[in-house]
């Protein structure tokens, strides 16, 4: 599967993230109320690099902009699992506050979901429990929470996260 594919439909286009969108980025993720329900600060300069670097030494890391304006809003990664190869993980996500609200955060997961499915039957979602913003947005685009006794079928977490999962129609 290719994990950093170029796609687009009529408000977002994705595409690999480079080292070039460092600037651009943290200026769509400095805003602290971005990070809120998460367990980290980046919206401070070193945090958000070390999150920067990371997302680009993943090899699935994709930067998302605003088809209209063409500025970058956010970004999302994929990662897949050796050991489970009929799924890729989706996350890592997070788009400028202006964005939030379900259409464009739905517009970039059916985007990163229908290439996936290209690949794999499932899609997984590792969700912190006490992040309930992302948690219901995860909800909105079909995500089912699974039990723990499913978990043998799928890539192990933290206790402190939930596991939704999207399995493709047949």
């Known amino acids: 599967m290719d994990l950093q594919p170029t796609l687009a439909n009529e408000l977002v286009s994705i595409r690999p993230l480079e080292n070039g969108d460092l600037e651009a980025l943290y200026k769509a993720a400095k805003d602290p109320a971005i990070w809120k329900q998460h367990h980290s600060n980046r919206h401070l300069k070193d945090e958000f690099k070390t999150f920067f670097t990371e997302s680009i030494k993943s090899n699935g890391a994709l930067a998302i902009f605003d088809k209209q304006t063409g500025e970058i809003i956010g970004s999302s ?37 229908g290439h996936a499915f290209k690949y794999v039957d499932y899609v997984i979602f590792f969700v912190n429990k006490n992040n309930l913003r992302s948690q219901k947005a995860i909800e909105k685009i079909g995500g089912e929470k699974i039990e723990e006794s499913e978990y043998y079928k799928y890539p192990k977490t933290s206790i402190d996260n939930l596991t939704f999962v999207i399995k493709r129609k047949t």
């Open 77 to 113: 990664r994929f990662k897949s699992f050796n050991e489970f190869s009929n799924q890729v993980e989706i996350g890592w996500t997070f788009l400028s506050r202006k964005y939030w609200g379900g259409k464009y955060n739905m517009s970039v997961k059916n985007l990163m979901i």
